[in-house]
């Protein structure tokens, strides 16, 4: 726990009365990391298939999957996978993916989280990831340095109706306002 004249030291832009300081918390690249395993998993004998769209899942028995993926590209044909256990990383198709395994319903809830990213002119603005109290809907908006040494506030955490990807002014201006609060 530091109070604020620590605070201050350590991050002059944070306003606040004190803080929760975790010395373990870090930032890394997520993209970066996601090539790292791929490349991990290749090198340990994994094969590697891009744009191949899960078209089925079958429970066989004895416990094992079978999973029908089919090309989405030009030469990509389907291809038929075996596998004791699969790991449901489809972002907002997971719901999809449980029904074709047979698995419990996920809820379907969507959400939007926007973030705004700066030049790395800002990016040492602060030295720490600052996260704000935490509420039912989250750990809230952050502010960080990334890895590349811009800086990122965000996200945002919108109920959405259907399946979007789009950035808007006045979702820009929330977490903004948001950041402001802490830094």
Do not use: W
């Not at 944070?14 to 997520?30: H, M, W």
């Not at 590697?48 to 079958?58: F, G, K, N, T």
């Not at 989280?113 to 790395?120: N, P, S, T, V, W």
């Amino acid at each position: 726990v530091l109070s604020q004249e620590a605070l201050r030291k350590m991050e002059p832009a944070v306003s606040a009365v004190g803080a929760l300081y975790a010395p373990e918390a870090s930032v890394i690249s997520p993209y970066e990391a996601a090539v790292a395993f791929a490349e991990n998993a290749a090198e340990n004998g994994a094969d590697i298939y891009l744009s191949h769209e899960v078209r089925a899942i079958c429970r066989e028995p004895g416990g094992l999957f079978t999973v029908e993926a089919g090309g989405t590209e030009p030469n990509c044909s389907t291809k038929l996978f075996t596998a004791r256990l699969v790991v449901n990383c489809a972002g907002l198709s997971a719901g999809q993916i449980n029904r074709m395994a047979g698995a419990e319903p996920v809820d379907e809830t969507y959400r939007k989280g926007e973030y705004i990213l700066y030049d790395k002119i800002y990016g040492n603005f602060v030295r720490s990831v600052i996260f704000q109290p935490p509420t039912k809907a989250g750990k809230g908006v952050l502010v960080t340095p990334t890895a590349e040494g811009n800086l990122l506030i965000g996200p945002s955490s919108d109920p959405v109706t259907e399946r979007t990807v789009n950035t808007t002014a006045a979702g820009m201006a929330d977490i903004l306002q948001k950041a402001r609060k802490s830094c």
